[in-house]
């Protein structure tokens, strides 16, 4: 298949973090993807959104190891998605994993559109992106969240 980019409109930075372009079926969605949000459409207003104009903002990732899996695993318990494959190999503490701290959604859409490839944000922890979270909603509170942040 032919290498196909979902670029987002910021260049090498998004809020001082580097953009990297990274395979989609290199990352993990920490949360599961969702049809609506609330009573609005979330998934069919994102993707007509994402088709016309492209992505805003990159995904937020986060290069964790086996550890910090478990540990945000054991924080936000079913609410996170099911640990990667992985996690059940001899040695996982070995092993890193990009993961998506901010754009589960998104990466969801670009698989669905047939990506290959999205700019992400490269975060250095958890914490970090999520805290960035509210920030890339802002723009879109009234379109996808009902006016709520």
């Keep these: 298949m032919a290498k196909k980019i979902l670029k987002c409109k910021y260049d090498k930075h998004w809020n ?3 953009i990297k372009e990274l395979p989609l ?11 609506t949000l609330g009573k609005t459409p979330f998934k069919k207003l994102l993707l007509e959104d994402i088709a016309q104009n492209g992505l805003h903002f990159p995904i937020m990732v986060v290069h964790t190891s ?3 899996l478990l ?5 936000f318990g079913k609410a ?3 640990l990667p494959f992985w996690h059940n190999d001899h040695n996982p503490q070995s092993k890193y994993q990009w993961s998506i701290w901010g754009g589960s959604q998104r990466y969801d ?9 999205v700019d ?17 909603r802002k723009p879109y509170l009234d379109k996808y969240y009902e006016g709520k942040d």
């Design 66 to 68: 086996h550890k910090q």
């Design 25 to 35: 079926k290199d990352l993990w969605q920490s949360v599961e993807s969702i049809q």
């Design 120 to 136: 992400c944000a490269v975060l250095p922890s958890i914490k970090k992106a999520i805290s960035h979270q509210k920030e890339m």
């Design 71 to 75: 540990e945000a695993k054991e924080l």
């Design 109 to 117: 859409i670009a698989k669905h559109l047939k990506f290959t490839h």
């Design 16 to 18: 001082h973090y580097p």
């Design 80 to 82: 996170m998605a099911n």
